[in-house]
């Protein structure tokens, strides 16, 4: 099991930046992917980005060039940097942590962080 600790939501202005991190607890095995997925109210949940255990990432289309991913291993911590943050940018963050084995993909979730960004 991994307990995931969100922190660094808030309230700012379009324009503005926030840096989301997420720790994830101590555990025996490696988390391969972590990453940061979003839901507005009405919509479903969406990924905002993603980082592999080496570094790799990916970004949903709507913050390419915006946010930026980057992952501590030694801390077992993932960060988003949010730059130039529109209104529809607005909605709970989940940090997520995926553990791949040769059978079984685990998720596991945070319990969200809210991001309000006002125009």
């Known amino acids: 099991q991994v307990q995931l600790v969100e922190s660094g939501g808030g309230l700012v202005q379009a324009g503005g930046s926030l840096r989301l991190s997420c720790a994830a607890s101590r555990t025996t095995f490696s988390i391969n992917n972590m990453g940061w997925y979003r839901q507005a109210p009405g919509k479903q949940r969406e990924l905002v980005a993603t980082?592999?255990?080496?570094?790799?990432?990916n970004y949903g289309d709507s913050v390419k060039g915006r946010f930026t991913i980057s992952r501590d291993n030694a801390k077992n911590t993932v960060y988003l940097q949010m730059n130039s943050l529109k209104p529809e940018d607005t909605g709970v963050y989940y940090c997520?942590?995926?553990?791949?084995?040769?059978?079984?993909?685990?998720?596991?979730w945070g319990q969200g962080t809210q991001v309000t960004v006002s125009s």
């Open positions: 980082i592999s255990y080496v570094g790799s990432t």
């Open positions: 997520n942590a995926r553990r791949v084995t040769q059978f079984n993909i685990y998720d596991y």
